[in-house]
């Protein structure tokens, strides 16, 4: 549901899931789009269906029932509903494009791609569907194309909610940012905090806290969970600790985490800005793919330096980088689309030296497999302050 959606849908929405709806379409409508965002898949497209058997002229009940069918992946569902909400709106602009993402899905790029094109003559300041035709153009080799359309994104959306910045960087099209913006994190973090307690080909989590028990002394720490997201890490590491506190950017993977009740502390934060203020004030600070987002990692090196007390240990993770460049944006093009970097072995020796922090460890790991299964490699690191 897009934001104009979300505000229209506020009023109506705020009804209790006991309340007897009948058959008002509204109140049905309403109520399934709040199942969804509770992720009550099987109940949101009840409840929306029976808005749309009660009201079939509403475009924005067939728009929301697609939604609700891609994320179960019903794709050729989806696909009927997004045509049944343009057949009511024929320049329903976010149907046109989400129409186009089903296609993509679904292997029919042409068809994708004029759905894209449909969607922005509708609406010609789409970010979304310019960032959409970037990827696909992307993905057919014509690099040149991407890139116009990425520019397109950025002068729609200055804020830079989709990381083209770092994909601008992938295709040679552009310098590589300092970090991914704060608008693509949560962005990102908000659609993944709903499947990501669920992702076993993910190891940060468990990385971190196996090195942290390995390296760490007997007794009870003061811990840091820098980019915490659901609390993974913190679960594992919380028989560890004497006191725990998350810092994460993403207000919905705070709200998971929060749910977990394993943090003495959470707060919703930069992670630098949160090391700089907080001297002399932890014994160990956890960041599981987390620095990921980062290219340069002097100012987080130094800021933990600055936050760990003595013998204090900073675990993290990050994807590795070989070659002679210190970091790059990542050349896995999955990778560079969740704003990753890359980071080289002697790149994170010298900087730790730098810094005054001493290398306990640095291993090459499997970070993560991709869809496909491949092994995603990476570094583990354990720096130690004096």
Same mark, same amino acid.
């Given at each position: 549901m897009n934001r104009k959606q979300r505000r229209a849908n506020q009023k109506a929405s705020q009804v209790p899931a006991v309340t007897a709806?009948?058959?008002?379409p509204v109140t049905l409508h309403a109520m399934g789009v709040e199942a969804f965002r509770a992720g009550q898949l099987q109940a949101a497209a009840r409840l929306i269906?029976? %808005?749309?058997? %009660? *009201? %079939?002229?509403?475009?924005?009940? *067939?728009?929301n029932l697609a939604i609700v069918l891609r994320a179960q992946g019903k794709l050729t569902e989806a696909a009927a509903s997004y045509h049944r909400a343009i057949a009511l709106k024929p320049d329903y602009g976010d149907a046109h494009n !989400?129409?186009?993402n089903v296609w993509k899905a679904l292997g029919e790029r042409d068809k994708a791609r004029a759905c894209f094109e449909r969607a922005l003559v509708c609406n010609p300041d789409n970010a979304d569907t310019y960032y959409n035709l970037g990827i696909l153009s992307g993905d057919d080799g014509d690099t040149g194309a991407a890139a116009r359309y990425f520019q397109k994104c950025m002068e729609c959306d200055p804020q830079d909610g989709r990381g083209v910045h770092v994909?601008? %960087?992938y295709l040679g099209k552009a310098g590589a940012p300092l970090h991914t913006s704060h608008a693509h994190i949560l962005k990102l973090y908000d659609v993944r905090s709903r499947f990501w307690? !669920?992702?076993?080909a993910y190891f940060g989590a468990r990385l971190v806290a196996n090195a942290l028990r390995e390296h760490a002394v007997p007794e009870k720490l003061n811990v840091l969970d820098i980019g915490c997201g659901t609390g993974l890490a913190g679960a594992l590491v919380r028989p560890l600790a004497r006191r725990l506190d998350g810092v994460d950017l993403s207000p919905a993977m705070l709200e998971k985490a929060r749910a977990k009740s394993v943090y003495?502390?959470?707060d919703q934060a930069d992670a630098l800005l949160v090391m700089s203020q907080r001297a002399n004030s932890y014994d160990a600070i956890l960041g599981a793919a987390v620095l990921i987002h980062f290219g340069d990692l002097t100012p987080i090196f130094r800021a933990a330096r600055n936050c760990l007390r003595p013998n204090g240990l900073f675990v993290f993770t990050l994807?590795?980088?070989a070659g002679e460049e210190n970091f790059a944006v990542s050349a896995n093009y999955r990778l560079a689309q969740s704003g990753c970097f890359a980071h080289s072995n002697r790149y994170v020796r010298q900087l730790a030296k730098d810094c005054g922090l001493a290398v306990d460890a640095l291993r090459n790991v499997v970070h993560e497999h991709d869809p496909e299964g491949n092994p995603i490699p990476g570094l583990l690191a354990v720096l130690r302050a004096p």
């Open positions: 709806a009948g058959d008002d269906g029976r %808005a749309i058997a %009660a *009201h %079939a002229q509403m475009p924005d009940f *067939h728009y !989400n129409l186009g994909l601008l %960087a307690d !669920n992702e076993d003495d502390r959470l994807f590795s980088l």
